[in-house]
């Protein structure tokens, strides 16, 4: 059984999770640039981004429910899907090609004045945390332990990863969190992986 403490901290990362993603997603749709970005002229949270951290707040939060089979395939369904989004967006940048699922929901005109490559893409490094985290939540819930330490190990990336990313923002330097020529990992989003990845 999980300690009280622990049920605590996994409700708030989800909330925090949900939250932030669906300001991002407002920000998005409204044009409110203060919902996409903490710092001024820094990585915006693009909208595909905002959307894995929804689904992967609702997945957390699906855990603290009594597990019934509605909710494990809901559990597995939310979590395939930021498998999906991370691995879209891996896809595009290894193979050099645009699917249009960048700028499927929104456009980024911001990104498009700038001339940006592929405008509305997240980073690679966003990407794969995407993709780590949506892995780690299916391989917990099998009942295999060599599935739970992959996981464990996968989740540990991910906060390796983000934490590079948020020492990177603290400190000013952005060759941290801008690890390719696509776009840097936003402030949010680091911030929100690497809570995510210790709960």
């Known amino acids: 059984m999980h300690s009280p403490l622990k049920v605590k ?3 708030i990362a989800g909330s925090a999770s949900i939250l932030t993603g ?3 997603v407002i920000g998005w749709i409204f044009h409110i640039t203060v919902f996409e970005t903490v710092i001024q002229n820094a990585a915006s949270m693009k909208f595909n981004s905002a959307l894995g951290f929804i689904l992967l707040g609702a997945a957390l939060l ?4 009594q597990t019934t089979k509605r909710y494990t395939v809901l559990f597995l369904v939310l979590s395939c899907l930021v498998v999906v989004i991370g691995s879209i967006t891996l896809l595009q940048d290894l193979f050099h090609f ?3 699922f960048d700028q499927l929901f929104v456009s980024d005109t911001v990104s498009i004045t700038k001339k940006s490559l592929y405008p509305g ?3 690679s490094n ?3 945390c995407f993709v780590f985290l949506g892995l780690a939540f299916l391989g917990f ?3 295999k332990s060599f599935t739970h330490v992959i996981s464990q190990y996968l989740l540990n990336l991910v906060t390796a990863i983000s934490a590079i990313a948020v020492i990177g923002y603290l400190y000013g330097l952005s060759i941290f969190y801008d690890l390719n020529y696509i ?3 936003a402030v949010y989003s680091a911030l929100l992986f690497f809570f995510l990845s210790l709960t």
């Open 9 to 11: 901290a996994v409700v």
């Open 22 to 24: 669906t300001l991002a």
């Open 62 to 65: 699906l855990t603290q429910f």
């Open 98 to 100: 645009n699917s249009g």
């Open 121 to 123: 893409r997240m980073s």
């Open 126 to 128: 966003t990407a794969v």
């Open 141 to 143: 819930s099998t009942k």
């Open 183 to 185: 776009g840097s990992m």
